[in-house]
């Protein structure tokens, strides 16, 4: 296997692998000197991650997320094209953007039709130019396009993949230990726990976001490999069917299992408390994405996978995990 990334912290245990090689280097770097051709020549499949996947990202430099998640990544698939192999393209849930039913009177959110995503049938619903939110969504939406036009045209092999907010270990950064800036609400709810801070509710924490974990999502990338004629010329919806919750009762569960899990009750009476959009990630034109109902139904059918794994499994792993690394032991044991 040959990796592609400016950066190798979150996967330094697998870089003494026999199997593996990383090119520390961006994807120009790795066009002009030529070892991208030889990687995609090489290859059975392509697997692009590559993005800026982050919503303060959005609202602070949307410039470069438009340029990360859209145009570095078209030497690749060009490549992909011209060579005639596999692209698996990871995009993102965020391109279905809000739910019509966000858009019609109340009774609205009691038709599934109107909210759950299915690739071959829900539109993408963008907010405005100036809500720099969409830059992201619009960007991944534009290259699955074009993906799935060379698809159409030349016949290139092709895999979309739209995830549904992956959890897990190693999952982002934390702000002051690994990282700057404003993580995805996971880590900005860890680190919250991590300092006795408050957990913030973007505008009231009533968005809502189905959990997967990372461990379904790799199950779902392996039966791909198993059966590359049923997942080629497809675009699956990855994620855990019925995992749905809001913000807020994902502040509230991350509390408790984080007291139970550090054995510090205290954890329990932080607070929970909510901010603007706007206070939150600056006058860079925040909106949300109100809900992301999966239909799984065509990577049920085509690859014979379903999510298994529940929200608390989920959280208590990956919440064990970032305790073990970042928390303050001592402070514990002495209290
Ligand atoms: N959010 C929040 N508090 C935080 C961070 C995020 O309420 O400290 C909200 C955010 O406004 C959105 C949801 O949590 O409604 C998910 O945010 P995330 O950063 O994970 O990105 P998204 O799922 O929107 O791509």
Not at 26 to 50: C, H, P, Y
Not at 259 to 279: H, M, Q, W
Request: net charge negative.
């Amino acid at each position: 296997m040959v990796g592609f990334d400016l950066e190798a912290g979150k996967i330094e245990h697998l870089l003494g692998h026999d199997n593996f090689t990383l090119h520390r280097k961006s994807i120009d770097e790795a066009v002009a000197d030529g070892s991208m051709q030889e990687a995609v020549a090489w290859a059975d499949v392509v697997v692009n991650l590559a993005a800026i996947c982050n919503p303060y990202e959005y609202a602070i430099r949307p410039s470069a997320v438009i340029k990360s998640s859209l145009f570095d990544a078209l030497p690749i698939v060009d490549l992909c094209c011209e060579l005639n192999t596999w692209l698996i393209q990871f995009s993102t849930c965020e391109v279905y953007g809000r739910t019509v039913s966000s858009y019609v009177p109340e009774e609205g959110y009691s038709d599934p039709d109107l909210y759950v995503q299915s690739e071959s049938r829900t539109p993408l619903v963008m907010g405005p130019v100036s809500k720099q939110r969409w830059c992201y969504a619009s960007a991944k939406q534009t290259l699955e396009r074009y993906v799935y036009a060379l698809g159409f045209e030349r016949q290139m092999p092709f895999t979309i993949i739209r995830p549904y907010n992956f959890f897990g270990p190693r999952m982002d950064f934390i702000p002051g230990r690994d990282g700057t800036g404003i993580p995805r609400v996971l880590a900005c709810f860890i680190t919250a726990l991590l300092d006795d801070e408050p957990l913030l509710l973007v505008d009231g924490g009533t968005a809502r976001r189905t959990i997967t974990s990372i461990h379904d999502a790799i199950d779902a990338m392996m039966a791909m490999f198993d059966r590359p004629h049923a997942a080629t010329g497809q675009i699956f919806n990855i994620g855990a069917d019925g995992n749905e919750l809001t913000i807020s009762e994902l502040a509230h569960r991350m509390r408790e299992i984080y007291a139970d899990v550090s054995c510090d009750p205290r954890k329990r009476n932080l607070p929970i408390l909510n901010v603007t959009g706007e206070e939150f990630y600056g006058k860079g034109g925040y909106e949300d994405c109100d809900r992301r109902v999966i239909d799984s139904t065509n990577a049920t059918s085509l690859l014979g996978w379903s999510a298994k794994i529940g929200i608390d499994e989920i959280l208590r792993e990956t919440i064990s995990y970032y305790y073990e690394i970042y928390a303050d032991k001592t402070a514990v044991a002495t209290r």
